[in-house]
């Protein structure tokens, strides 16, 4: 079966850091771009984070530039999204989405895991 | 910066036909940003509707159709059913491995 699955979320104090994981399965993950997307409550979706297939190239929104980094390693199918010196309004249920072909939408979505940043 | 706008909601009677748009703050879409639409429930994962302006994904039906209105992407439902109320978010390629998604549109079939 084609899918991603999201892992990682928890309450995390402001200034603190989390991984968050996407697995993925049912497609040959290494020939895809992937992409981090989030959800902030009751708000609509926000881009966060693309890495090619190979990981040659990487891109970030600004509202994240310089505190997180996007990785993968294509032998464990898996995404990563260190977020390092998180901020309240990073809470969200993040997404991994897959990159279709040519990488200018997403053709798969996980179904997301929660973030919360709180004192 | 650059805002993608959307109507924050929309409401339409079961099977009626209703458009929904998708802006730019400042300047037009073309197919140029190859925008693509979304529908999502509460609590569920983004289902991919269309893609690069009008091109439907896989497995969606074809009451669900895209195209540039004026200045604006445009996702147009013909025959609302009642499974059709969703959140609906649409998102802009802005070159450069950079997107921008609108703040999204709820619609509801009543």
């Known amino acids: 079966e084609v899918q991603l699955l999201e892992s990682g979320g928890g309450l995390v104090q402001p200034g603190g850091s989390l991984r968050l994981s996407c697995a993925a399965s049912?497609?040959?993950?290494?020939?895809?771009?992937m992409n981090w997307v989030r959800q902030a409550p009751g708000k609509g979706l926000e881009w966060v984070s693309l890495?090619?297939?190979?990981?040659?190239?990487?891109s970030y929104a600004d509202s994240v530039k310089g505190r997180f980094t996007i990785s993968r390693d294509n032998s464990k199918n898996t995404l990563y999204l260190q977020m390092n010196s998180l901020r309240v309004d990073d809470t969200a249920v993040y997404f991994c989405?897959?990159?279709?072909?040519?990488?200018?939408?997403?053709?798969?979505w996980g179904r997301g895991t929660l973030v919360s940043v709180s004192s | 910066q650059t805002v993608v706008t959307q109507e924050p909601s929309f409401s339409v009677s079961p099977g009626g036909t209703v458009t929904l748009t998708c802006g730019l703050s400042?300047?037009?879409?073309?197919?140029?940003?190859?925008p693509s639409w979304y529908q999502q429930t509460p609590g569920q994962a983004p289902r991919t509707l269309i893609h690069?302006?009008?091109a439907r994904s896989a497995g969606v039906p074809d009451r669900f159709s895209g195209s540039i209105l004026g200045n604006k992407a445009a996702l147009t439902i013909t025959g609302a059913q009642a499974d059709d109320e969703s959140y609906y978010h649409c998102v802009l390629y802005m070159g450069g491995a950079i997107w921008v998604f609108g703040g999204g549109t709820k619609l509801t079939v009543l």
């Open positions: 049912g497609f040959t993950f290494g020939s895809y771009a």
């Open positions: 690069s302006t009008n």
């Open positions: 989405a897959k990159g279709a072909v040519p990488a200018t939408y997403f053709d798969l």
């Open positions: 400042s300047g037009s879409v073309s197919t140029d940003y190859y």
């Open positions: 890495i090619s297939g190979g990981s040659v190239r990487t």
